[in-house]
C-alpha cells in the first residue's frame, strides 16, 4: 500500500479544509475529489470518504488508515478538539507548502553544480585515457625525469574499469535517495533548522487554538506534542503534560525542560494564568517563528548555490591547472635546462 508523501498530504489538507468551510459532507466530497488524484492519494481518499460515509468520525477514520501518517491524524484530532480543524489544517498547508517550496529551490541549486561535477569527472577520465599516455610518452622520448606523480596518475588509470563507472553510479544512488524523500534533503546540516523553526510556528499556533477554545492546559500540551515530529520536544512536552496532570506548576516544569524553545518558556511565566495572554504571546510567537523560517529559508537558497558553484567550479579549474598545466611546465622546465 503506497504512502501519502508530504505533496500528497498539501491536497488531502486543502480539500478537508475546503469542505469543513462549506459545511459539505466529507466523505462525498472527498470521494469526488480523488477522481481527480493519482496513487496512494486517490486509494486513500476514496477510503476514507467511504469511512465517514458510514459515520466513522474523522478522528477514528483518519487513524484507521494505514498510508496516511499519524502526524497528519494527530494534526486533525487536535483541530476537532478545539472545533476549528479548517484553522489547523490551513497552518498546517502553510507550512508543508514552505517546506515544499525550501525543497525545490535547493534541488534547483544543486542541478548546476551536478552538472558541473559530471563534467568534471568527464575530463578528468580524458586526462587519464589520453593526454596522461602522451605526456608519460614524450618524458620516455625525450629521455627526461618523470615527475613524482607520473606514477600513481598511471596506476589510477590503470584501474579506471573499477572505478570509472562505480562513482557515478553510487553518486546517483545517493542523489535518488535524497530525492525519494522529501524530508531527508530537508534534515541536512544547516537546512534542519528551518524546518525546526516551521514546526515551532506550527505548535505554537496549535496550542493557541486549544487554549482559545478553553481545552485545558495538559491537554492541549498533549495534543500539541502529538502534532511534532521532533522526538526529543515531544518527550519534553509530554513530561510538561504529566507535571501539569499532577498538579504542578506550568512555568516550573517548562524551566526544567531544555528542549523547550526560551520563548515559549518566557511566555508562560510572564502570562501566568491568564489564558488570553499566553494565547496571544503564542500566536507572536508563531509569526516570530515563521518570519525567521522565511529568513533562513532565503538566504539558504542565495548561499547552498553560490558555495557548490565556488566548489566545484574551483575544483574543475584547479584539476585542469594541476593535470595540464604544471606537467607542462615540468617538461619545458626540463627541456630548456642543459643536458648532462
Same mark, same amino acid.
Given at each position: ?61 483518519? $487513524? ?25 489544517l490551513a497552518d498546517f498547508s502553510d507550512s508543508t507548502r514552505r517546506l515544499l517550496s525550501l525543497r525545490e529551490t535547493l534541488l534547483r541549486s544543486l542541478m548546476y ?11 578528468? *577520465?580524458?586526462? /587519464?585515457?589520453?593526454? /596522461? ?41 545517493? %542523489? ?20 525546526? $523553526? ?5 505548535? &505554537? ?5 486549544? *487554549? ?11 495534543? #500539541?506534542?502529538?502534532?511534532? #515530529? ?50 496571544? %504571546? ?31 567550479? %574551483? ?7 594541476? &593535470? ?9 622546465? $626540463?627541456?630548456?635546462?642543459? $643536458?648532462?
Amino acid at each position: 500500500m503506497p504512502a501519502v508523501v508530504s505533496r500528497d498530504l498539501l491536497l488531502l489538507a486543502d480539500e478537508l479544509e475546503a469542505l469543513m468551510r462549506a459545511g459539505v459532507p466529507l466523505g462525498g466530497g472527498l470521494r469526488s475529489a480523488s477522481r481527480n488524484w493519482r496513487g496512494g492519494l486517490r486509494a486513500a481518499a476514496e477510503r476514507l470518504g467511504a469511512r465517514l460515509d458510514s459515520g466513522v468520525p474523522l478522528e477514528e477514520a483518519l $487513524q484507521d488508515q494505514e498510508d496516511i501518517p499519524p502526524l497528519f491524524a494527530a494534526i486533525v484530532t487536535a483541530g476537532l478538539k478545539s472545533d476549528r480543524t479548517a484553522e489547523v489544517l490551513a497552518d498546517f498547508s502553510d507550512s508543508t507548502r514552505r517546506l515544499l517550496s525550501l525543497r525545490e529551490t535547493l534541488l534547483r541549486s544543486l542541478m548546476y553544480p551536478a552538472i558541473l561535477l559530471m563534467l568534471c569527472f568527464g575530463l578528468f *577520465i580524458g586526462l /587519464l585515457l589520453v593526454l /596522461l599516455p602522451a605526456l608519460a610518452g614524450t618524458f620516455e622520448s625525450f629521455r627526461l625525469t618523470a615527475p613524482a606523480w607520473l606514477g600513481p596518475a598511471e596506476a589510477l588509470a590503470a584501474t579506471i574499469h573499477l572505478w570509472g563507472w562505480t562513482l557515478p553510479l553510487a553518486a546517483a544512488v545517493v %542523489g535518488a535517495w535524497l530525492v525519494a524523500d522529501p524530508t531527508r534533503l530537508l534534515n541536512l546540516p544547516g537546512i534542519a533548522g528551518i524546518q525546526r $523553526q516551521l514546526q515551532l510556528a506550527n505548535a &505554537s499556533e496549535l496550542l493557541a487554538v486549544l *487554549i482559545d477554545s478553553r481545552t485545558p492546559l495538559p491537554l492541549s500540551l498533549r495534543l #500539541t506534542a502529538s502534532c511534532l #515530529t521532533s522526538p526529543a520536544l515531544r518527550a519534553a512536552l509530554n513530561r510538561v503534560e504529566e507535571h501539569l496532570s499532577r498538579g504542578g506548576d506550568a512555568a516550573a516544569a517548562l524551566a526544567r525542560e531544555a528542549t523547550i524553545p526560551p520563548v515559549w518558556r518566557s511566555l508562560f511565566v510572564a502570562s501566568g494564568r491568564d489564558s488570553q495572554r499566553l494565547s496571544e %504571546g503564542l500566536r507572536s510567537a508563531a509569526e516570530l517563528y515563521r518570519r525567521r523560517a522565511a529568513t533562513r529559508a532565503a538566504f539558504a537558497g542565495r548561499l547552498v548555490p553560490t558555495v557548490l558553484v565556488s566548489v566545484v567550479g %574551483g575544483g574543475t579549474a584547479f584539476l585542469y591547472a594541476s &593535470s595540464v598545466f604544471v606537467p607542462m611546465a615540468d617538461l619545458w622546465r $626540463q627541456l630548456g635546462s642543459p $643536458q648532462p
